[in-house]
């Protein structure tokens, strides 16, 4: 609760500093027109229908400055800098307006609206550019949301699949071998039980961290569901990935779990297949590695076992 309470004290500080561009353009505009009324004298001949459209865009600019200093919070900087580049514009759209209503040196008119112009539209570019960055970061962090486990960091079983169907179709165009691995954690419930839920999820992305440095950068790891991993060997036939699955037996075996006084040693049981050319879909390839785990299981656990066919 305090947190909250923290997050939305600072949350009512950035809105504050956010206000004060508008309150500036509306202090600034007044005393800029309070000089204009005291110490300018009025135009004989007035040009309405410039003044009129000068003074559309001049509270069109107005607006989106009100408008984007309310979001200049926004992580991305987007709305801070084009709040102060519409300002700019804002200016200058004023003093172009009462140009048209007082007597002003033309020369000096023409220089302020060509330096207000300039900061302004400068501001915006960089404006849109933290924009359109942020976008590309917040999208890139989408995907990597879609595609990977929560709480391991490691592919998810949607994403994971999908690069199992594009070996299948890989093979079956060009006969180059892959394998699969899917493995599991002996008596996981026995450490939920024994330690926790949060323990146990502790050994999940201990389990995690240890394959994320034990595999090439072709290869694919995921977390296939609850205790369960699957990893996926391009051009591997079964042979070499039995050697593949025997090393992350024996790596897991001996990097248990530990922190401060705790340490749990557990094991894993690994089914290893590899794609065949009788393989109607990407499911036998899944089935057979599914068999192999219970194969292993039934073996006494903490082994590899493989099916061919």
Not at 64 to 88: A, D, H, P
Not at 267 to 294: C, F, H, K, P, Q
Request: contains cysteine; neutral net charge; aromatic residues 14%.
């Amino acid at each position: 609760m305090q947190i909250i309470k923290m997050k939305l004290t600072e949350l009512e500080k950035q809105k504050t500093k956010g206000l004060n561009i508008f309150i500036v353009v509306i202090i600034s505009s007044i005393i800029y027109l309070l000089i204009n009324i005291f110490f300018y004298t009025v135009k004989e001949n007035i040009v309405y229908f410039e003044l009129l459209a000068n003074t559309i865009l001049l509270f069109t600019t107005f607006y989106l400055i009100y408008v984007t200093q309310r979001n200049s919070t926004n992580k991305s900087g987007f709305y801070y800098y084009t709040s102060i580049g519409f300002s700019f514009l804002f200016f200058g759209l004023f003093i172009l307006t009462l140009d048209n209503v007082y007597s002003y040196s033309e020369d000096v008119v023409k220089v302020s609206i060509k330096l207000l112009f300039v900061f302004g539209y400068s501001l915006l570019a960089i404006g849109v550019t933290k924009w359109i960055k942020y976008n590309e970061t917040r999208q890139d962090e989408l995907v990597i949301q879609a595609n990977t486990d929560e709480l391991t960091g490691l592919l998810n079983r949607r994403s994971f699949t999908k690069y199992m169907e594009f070996e299948y179709s890989k093979a079956k165009a060009q006969s180059e071998p892959f394998s699969l691995i899917i493995l599991d954690i002996d008596f996981f419930k026995t450490v939920n039980d024994s330690h926790g839920h949060l323990v146990g999820d502790k050994v999940l992305i201990n389990l995690a961290n240890v394959m994320k440095s034990s595999f090439r950068n072709a290869d694919r790891v995921s977390r296939w569901g609850g205790e369960e991993f699957a990893i996926l060997l391009p051009k591997t036939s079964l042979k070499n990935a039995e050697v593949v699955a025997e090393k992350i037996r024996c790596k897991i075996e001996g990097s248990p779990y530990s922190h401060v006084s705790l340490s749990i040693k557990y094991t894993i049981s690994l089914g290893v297949t590899e794609w065949l050319v009788s393989d109607v879909n990407i499911d036998d390839v899944i089935n057979r590695a599914d068999d192999a785990l219970y194969q292993a299981k039934e073996d006494g656990r903490n082994c590899v076992s493989s099916i061919r066919a």
